[in-house]
């Protein structure tokens, strides 16, 4: 599980946009070369200012897990699940921190309400599924323990060895590295797919928050010189349509629930529920985002709803 708790990590890191670019750069810097308690300190100088900031706090977990103060570590993803409890990343990093601990009921139902977050959630499907293949190899080990003439569960436990790489622990062994327990190829695809969907996550949260702070370059930004929507609308009608329904608001609120991403051919498909409220205005739409990736970069090229 800790190469996709970095994941979680680095996502949160970059997703900073109202902190100074140099603060930021220095603290991603320093987080990959594992200055862990210097980038605690910024963390905790930017933390003075803005107290409830869940992207300081976030990482400020991260930072205690890796100086081995796991108990504070874990208070603070407890408190993030509940006072952001939308947020899938602090339910997975909870998860990491009681596998760790030898507690797997725990993380499990951490790992679970991640997923029931964000169904999509890649990073915490994966997680969840080598949890339920450590467990079985710990049922097995006790099994063999109680009755060393059981075949059955020699067979079973020597089919989990084989095909994961897993040994069996006592209750209190840190897990392995999961990326240590696969072959390289598989990991590889998992990853890809994690930081796919990590960036288009990242990608729809800045295309709302450009849209709820009217800002139309930023948000328009967001769409492809190739977008076409299904009424025949390319770019620039699509400019012409959007831009009075953008600026001219005296202000809007957005919020997405229920994301999902799949692949669709060469494109990427986000579907959601968007609540729309501005003014007299408070509507609760289902919408698709079609979405081309060129050269790492993530654009919009139909929108339906």
């Given at each position: 599980?800790s190469?996709?708790?970095?994941i979680?990590v680095l996502?949160s890191?970059i997703?900073f946009?109202?902190?100074?670019f140099?603060?930021i750069?220095k603290l991603?810097?320093l987080?990959?070369d594992?200055?862990y308690?210097?980038a605690?300190?910024?963390?905790e100088?930017?933390?003075n200012?803005d107290?409830e900031?869940p992207?300081l706090?976030f990482i400020n977990?991260v930072?205690?897990s ?7 570590a874990?208070n ?9 409890p939308?947020l899938?990343e ?7 921190l ?5 507690d ?5 139902t951490a790992?679970e309400?991640s ?8 990073t915490?499907?994966i997680?969840l599924g080598?949890?339920y ?6 049922s097995?080990n006790?099994a063999l323990q ?6 059955n569960a ?10 994961f ?6 209750k209190?062994?840190?897990l392995?590295k999961?990326t240590?327990q696969k ?5 590889e695809?998992k ?12 990608m729809i949260?800045n295309?709302?928050n450009?849209w709820?702070s009217?800002?139309?370059d930023?948000y328009i930004?967001y ?5 076409k929507?299904?009424?025949g609308?390319?770019?620039e ?5 959007r ?6 608001k005296?202000?809007i609120?957005?919020?997405l629930?229920?994301?999902e991403?799949?692949k669709?051919?060469n494109?990427?498909?986000v ?5 729309y409220q501005s003014?007299d205005i408070?509507?609760?739409t289902?919408k698709?985002?079609?979405?081309e990736?060129?050269?790492d970069?993530?654009k919009?090229v139909?929108?339906?709803?």
């Amino acid at each position: 599980m800790s190469k996709r708790f970095l994941i979680a990590v680095l996502f949160s890191v970059i997703a900073f946009s109202h902190y100074s670019f140099a603060d930021i750069s220095k603290l991603n810097k320093l987080i990959e070369d594992k200055d862990y308690l210097e980038a605690k300190e910024i963390v905790e100088q930017l933390l003075n200012s803005d107290k409830e900031n869940p992207q300081l706090l976030f990482i400020n977990g991260v930072l205690l897990s890796e100086l081995g103060e796991i108990d504070k570590a874990i208070n603070v993803f407890v408190s993030l699940t509940k006072s952001h409890p939308a947020l899938p990343e602090p339910y997975n990093n909870l998860a990491v921190l009681y596998a760790q601990n030898g507690d797997f009921d725990l993380a499990k139902t951490a790992l679970e309400k991640s997923i029931k977050t964000h169904p999509s959630y890649a990073t915490a499907h994966i997680n969840l599924g080598d949890l339920y293949t450590r467990m079985a190899s710990e049922s097995y080990n006790q099994a063999l323990q109680i009755d060393k003439s059981n075949k059955n569960a020699k067979t079973k436990l020597s089919l989990i060895k084989k095909l994961f790489n897993f040994q069996p622990i006592n209750k209190n062994i840190v897990l392995a590295k999961d990326t240590e327990q696969k072959t390289q190829s598989l990991n590889e695809i998992k990853n890809k797919e994690d930081i796919i969907n990590e960036k288009i996550f990242a990608m729809i949260d800045n295309w709302k928050n450009a849209w709820m702070s009217q800002n139309f370059d930023q948000y328009i930004g967001y769409y492809s010189d190739n977008f076409k929507n299904n009424k025949g609308m390319d770019l620039e009608k699509w400019k012409q349509f959007r831009k009075p329904r953008v600026i001219n608001k005296p202000s809007i609120n957005i919020k997405l629930e229920n994301i999902e991403i799949s692949k669709n051919k060469n494109l990427y498909s986000v579907s959601f529920t968007q609540m729309y409220q501005s003014g007299d205005i408070d509507s609760t739409t289902k919408k698709t985002l079609l979405i081309e990736s060129i050269d790492d970069q993530y654009k919009i090229v139909n929108e339906i709803s």
